[in-house]
């Protein structure tokens, strides 16, 4: 009986979990894109970061418009710019132009270099390099923008759906979302923008346009 019992509550508990990952799955379109239909490494990667995944507001990508200038400031106080091609917390060579694609995600282009956003290497890996280089139209060059809260949004490349922009020692990486300062970022509009289209309020993905906070 207490054999039968045991296994009677490991079932019970297995059964759970599975509903929890299904829910936690769909109402997370990036982990979803992550995991697939891999129940176990969505429990798994609830059980480190779970209870910061809950809090954040980043199951939609946004729409802030067809294409827009804007500096990338974090919660923590950097500047994402350039020190040659390597994307550094700087303000030297700061100013980046958005352009929306037919995916959802956005090129970024660096304006004075005319370089891209990209992950070394596509890599997926945490703590990959962020640099620019030739537009080749990989997901490595291809970003999604989540909102985090009013005018503060996290960044993730399409080639890394667990990765997100992040501050990290005098560099700029795509590293495991924790919701720390350093993965929080403004979008500051250069005041010559020409964006178009319907932003996402925070229910979904009507409503007026989301556009970068003006300096």
Same mark, same amino acid.
């Given at each position: 009986?207490?054999?039968?019992?045991?296994?009677?509550?490991?079932?019970?508990?297995?059964?759970?979990?599975?509903?929890?990952?299904?829910?936690?799955?769909?109402?997370?379109?990036?982990?979803?894109?992550?995991? @697939?239909?891999?129940?176990?490494?969505?429990?798994?990667?609830?059980?480190?970061?779970?209870?910061?995944?809950?809090?954040?507001?980043?199951?939609?990508?946004?729409?802030?418009?067809?294409?827009?200038?804007?500096?990338?400031?974090?919660?923590?106080?950097?500047?994402?710019?350039?020190?040659?091609?390597?994307?550094?917390?700087?303000?030297?060579?700061?100013?980046?132009?958005?352009?929306?694609?037919?995916?959802?995600?956005?090129?970024?282009?660096?304006?004075?270099?005319?370089?891209?956003? &990209?992950?070394?290497? @596509?890599?997926?890996?945490? @703590?990959?390099?962020?640099?620019?280089?030739?537009?080749?139209?990989?997901?490595?060059?291809?970003?999604?923008?989540?909102?985090?809260?009013?005018?503060?949004?996290?960044?993730?490349?399409?080639?890394?759906?667990?990765?997100?922009?992040?501050?990290?020692?005098?560099?700029?990486?795509?590293?495991?979302?924790?919701?720390?300062?350093?993965?929080?970022?403004?979008?500051?509009?250069?005041?010559?923008?020409?964006? @178009?289209?319907?932003?996402?309020? &925070?229910?979904?993905?009507?409503?007026?346009?989301?556009?970068?906070?003006?300096?």
């Amino acid at each position: 009986y207490m054999i039968r019992s045991r296994y009677m509550s490991m079932y019970l508990l297995r059964f759970h979990h599975q509903l929890f990952a299904s829910y936690y799955l769909s109402n997370n379109a990036d982990l979803k894109a992550a995991f @697939g239909t891999n129940k176990v490494s969505a429990i798994n990667h609830f059980g480190s970061y779970g209870y910061k995944e809950i809090t954040r507001k980043v199951a939609k990508p946004e729409n802030l418009g067809s294409t827009f200038e804007a500096k990338m400031v974090s919660s923590s106080g950097s500047t994402v710019g350039l020190t040659g091609t390597n994307v550094t917390p700087t303000n030297n060579l700061s100013e980046w132009v958005f352009t929306l694609n037919s995916d959802g995600t956005y090129t970024i282009k660096n304006k004075s270099t005319g370089q891209v956003l &990209d992950v070394y290497a @596509g890599s997926a890996d945490s @703590g990959a390099n962020i640099q620019t280089y030739t537009s080749n139209a990989t997901n490595a060059q291809k970003w999604y923008i989540f909102k985090y809260a009013s005018g503060q949004y996290v960044i993730r490349s399409k080639c890394a759906p667990l990765r997100v922009m992040t501050i990290s020692s005098g560099n700029v990486v795509s590293s495991t979302y924790t919701g720390a300062k350093t993965q929080i970022f403004s979008l500051k509009a250069l005041g010559n923008n020409t964006t @178009g289209g319907s932003g996402n309020t &925070d229910s979904g993905n009507t409503g007026s346009s989301s556009q970068p906070t003006t300096t």
